[in-house]
DNA sequence: CAAAGAATTGGGACCGTTCCCATGAAAAAA
DNA sequence: TTTTTTCATGGGAACGGTCCCAATTCTTTG
């Protein structure tokens, strides 16, 4: 069961020479015979050479691999921050290991553990709904690793990070309902481990309060992302006295699960009820009806983010963020109106007849 | 900029033990005075003591980490699949480093020289469509790596491998097609490069066959899985003198795309033309109409296949897949039918009063 | 109490590569 | 031609673990 590849002492006995002089041919080294070089680059490739990164990395001390660690990957926000991710990073010459937790915090820990045993050059990572702790965090850093944040950030750690302003987008997303003429906007946040949700719902309540719409509490009510809870709380929204008119959802599968709800109850939308959600998801477009959010610009996220983090690695002192404010990118997003809060016109109506 | 990591030389000058010690008490080698054991543990725990899997894997020739290779993931194909193998994997105590190739040939390989080259114990595939050449494949192999393909399997390479019964899936939706009463199936069928497109291709064909009718060839092309030429594709069937009166698509965004020509069009789901689609991505029941599908049991085959390769990793003796038959496992799919095939009935139908 | 056996520990080879230093050969300068 | 410089190569340490074997200590047993 054992794998048998070919080493660069393999090479050095065929050719008769020694493994310093492979090595250095191997990997471009100026002071090797043009004769000998080629030599040695014709025998590896017929052996299919293929270098041992682990005793490269073992010896070297740094690995030319990155970790990305996403909470999850269902929606289409993380893998395209991924694909941003990818683009910069190959360009780089750095390979990219994908870890995804699957919004468990164990998994959280135990991935971080497993990129720093195999000494990658830095990490760029959104952490899951359930992490409250951050020394797995924090121990990267004090091992030297670099790491850079995007989405969800812990607060109390200072890190370079991308982020979107959630605080204005959800300020501007709730303005637009206000506009429609909805009065009782509903909210529903998401928990109250990501900063998203804090800065989500602050920008929900400044927008009530500058339109002079006092805020309701029954109508704000925060959960674990899970689509259950969702559509039990909705439920719970469209049974009171004086139901909602209008729903702010954290992300857009929350709104999509709202909406089943909604149209599962008989009510339409957005005359009865408008929901917006964010995010942008692929889904959001396909939707009947297609539902209002806030785009993201996912791929631009993942690029800077890993620009943030070629940077850091790159920097010949360490940067030091126990002294030194770390870097923030705030992107900006994007209100997409469609028709879960404003009705498709006449003109644009898709007709039925031929 | 190099990070500073813990040994287990460092814990063994400070206890004054050797290291062979040391590294006996951290593995857990029964041969250790349980003082000396506690101690080592607890100096390790305080230092942050990380163990470095460069050199383990470097020294004891395994990793215990396997790769996943995916073409893609912005459907919900292979994020669901990847979920299944992380399950069974992360129970039998592997890592799973994730891989994504973007369609692109040349990620692929290199994506399988960086997993190679960091040893991994075992690879789990899924080609991309632009992939012709399998050496890379081959070469893994060779080098006594075991390799399990799902989904999307070289035709030509005798590998471990999950499948679904693509064939009776697509002659089963097909004929679902010709019960409701079309004739004039059109089908738009993925790239030659991948046996997915022959062989529900193949089933289409035996489908219009057995119910006597007869093929037409201006009703089948193939594409490359863009969004933009399915829909030059799908304008040109409408244009047709006598159009499609059905569509069967190689996979869910082919449909989905197809739909958005046929109602830009101004033409009636399923009324003027029934959609059938592949895969029941999580998008085929928010589009509307819903839309008629194929459903493969993803998760089920991320396990399927871990457990595979577990198989495979375990075995005493290394299978030689050039003398002995690769062994297959073919799971069963689902018809889902919907809206986009069956107009909803009026019991069913959401009612649009309060 | 001596001898044998078991338990615990230390010593050092090994894994594949890089890289520094030494050596030898060839080329350039004196 | 001799000396110096440059170029090409070889030798071997280092990286951080594991693991085998030898050495030591502690228990048993005759």
């Not at 991935?111 to 992490?131: A, F, P, Q």
């Amino acid at each position: 069961m054992k794998a048998k590849y070919i080493t660069i002492i393999d090479i050095a006995r065929q050719l008769n020479i020694s493994k310093s002089t492979v090595s250095r041919a191997l990997t471009g080294h100026p002071n090797v015979k043009e004769h000998t070089r080629k030599a040695v680059m014709e025998l590896a490739a017929s052996m299919e050479y293929q270098r041992n990164s682990l005793a490269l990395g073992f010896s070297k001390h740094n690995t030319n691999t990155i970790g990305i660690m996403v909470p999850e990957f269902m929606s289409t926000y993380f893998p395209s921050v991924i694909v941003g991710v990818q683009d910069v990073m190959q360009a780089a010459g750095y390979n990219v290991v994908i870890c995804q937790q699957n919004e468990s915090y164990e998994s959280e820990v135990s991935n971080m553990k497993l990129l720093l045993s195999y000494r990658v050059d830095g990490i760029i990572v959104s952490h899951t709904k359930e992490t409250r702790n951050f020394d797995h965090f924090t121990l990267a850093q004090r091992r030297g690793v670099p790491l850079v944040f995007f989405n969800r950030v812990p607060e109390d750690m200072n890190v370079p990070n991308v982020i979107v302003n959630d605080y204005e987008a959800a300020f501007q997303a709730v303005e637009h309902l206000i506009l429609i003429g909805r009065k009782r906007i509903a909210h529903l946040a998401g928990p109250e481990s990501l900063v998203n949700t804090r800065l989500r719902r602050q920008g929900y309540l400044d927008a009530l309060k500058k339109h002079g719409i006092a805020h309701n509490p029954d109508l704000m009510l925060s959960y674990d992302l899970t689509t259950e809870k969702v559509k039990i709380y909705m439920k719970h929204f469209l049974e009171l006295d004086t139901p909602p008119d209008a729903l702010f959802a954290i992300n857009d599968p929350t709104a999509i699960a709202a909406m089943e709800v909604v149209k599962a109850k008989g009510l339409r939308i957005p005359e009865d009820i408008a929901i917006v959600g964010f995010s942008n998801d692929f889904s959001a477009g396909l939707v009947h009806p297609g539902l209002t959010t806030v785009a993201q610009p996912t791929s631009e996220i993942g690029r800077t983010a890993a620009e943030m983090l070629l940077q850091e690695m790159r920097a010949k002192v360490k940067n030091d963020y126990t002294i030194k404010k770390a870097p923030t990118v705030q992107l900006s997003t994007r209100l997409i109106v469609r028709e879960s809060t404003v009705p498709e016109e006449k003109g644009k109506k898709v007709m039925k007849s031929k």
